[in-house]
T-cell receptor, first 117, second 110 residues
Framework: GAVVSQHPSRVICKSGTSVKIECRSL??????MFWYRQFPKQSLMLMAT?????????EQGVEKDKFLINHASLTLSTLTVTSAHPEDSSFYIC?????????????FGPGTRLTVL | DAKTTQPTSMDCAEGRAANLPCNHS???????VYWYRQIHSQGPQYIIH???NNETNEMASLIITEDRKSSTLILPHATLRDTAVYYC???????????FGTGTRLTIIP
């Protein structure tokens, strides 16, 4: 099956610093990657959609200058949380879809838990 | 995308079949029904999807009513590892952005 990995799985940082989260498709080419955020006891909320080689499309209310997304290759997308604050503490999950899967399905990474002190 | 309605929670005895319902009465003709589940503190896991025919894979079966206004996900022999939140999502393409509702919290009881 299609495998998506994320790194790191957990990160703790100080307020005001930046954190980069990587999302990789291990066995397929991800033409589209999605970034979701999930607060405790809530459902997943889409933050942005990125296509390889293009600028990301952000959902309403998501600050593009704060959450920088780069999808420079067909197997890697990164999310950088800039000038992190405690309210950015959340579970960040990426998903990917693309060629070679044989079906139009999104596959999700295991998630990254960010804690901002 | 069409909205879906799922029960908030369900219990099922270990070894029995777990039947999770989903209503999607406003589904359009070109929309698929996708099921994902999320085990605590993990990313969602794809289970199965269908358009109008019933589908079965190694994880589950998906039964879609003839009018397509509702569906049921069936886990044939539930185990403790099936305890999770199950999301029913209706979308035109599975590779487009997905809108997650609150899902059904399924608890498998020993």
């Amino acid at each position: 099956g299609a495998v998506v990995s994320q790194h790191p799985s957990r990160v703790i940082c100080k307020s005001g610093t930046s954190v980069k989260i990587e999302c990789r498709s291990l066995d397929f080419q991800a033409t589209t990657m999605f970034w979701y955020r999930q607060f405790p006891k809530q459902s997943l909320m889409l933050m942005a959609t990125s296509n390889e080689g293009s600028k990301a499309t952000y959902e309403q209310g998501v600050e593009k200058d704060k959450f920088l997304i780069n999808h420079a290759s067909l197997t890697l997308s990164t999310l950088t949380v800039t000038s992190a604050h405690p309210e950015d503490s959340s579970f960040y999950i990426c998903s990917a879809s693309g060629t070679g899967l044989g079906t139009d399905t999104q596959y999700f990474g295991p998630g990254t838990r960010l804690t901002v002190l | 995308d069409a909205k879906t309605t799922q029960p908030t929670s369900m219990d099922c005895a270990e070894g029995r079949a777990a039947n999770l319902p989903c209503n999607h009465s406003t589904i359009s003709g070109n929309e698929y029904v996708y099921w994902y589940r999320q085990i605590h503190s993990q990313g969602p896991q794809y289970i199965i999807h269908g358009l109008k025919n019933n589908e079965t894979n190694e994880m589950a079966s998906l039964i879609i009513t003839e009018d397509r206004k509702s569906s049921t996900l069936i886990l044939p022999h539930a185990t403790l590892r099936d305890t999770a939140v199950y999301y029913c999502i209706v979308t035109t393409f599975g590779n487009e952005k997905l809108t997650f509702g609150t899902g059904t919290r399924l608890t498998i009881i020993p």
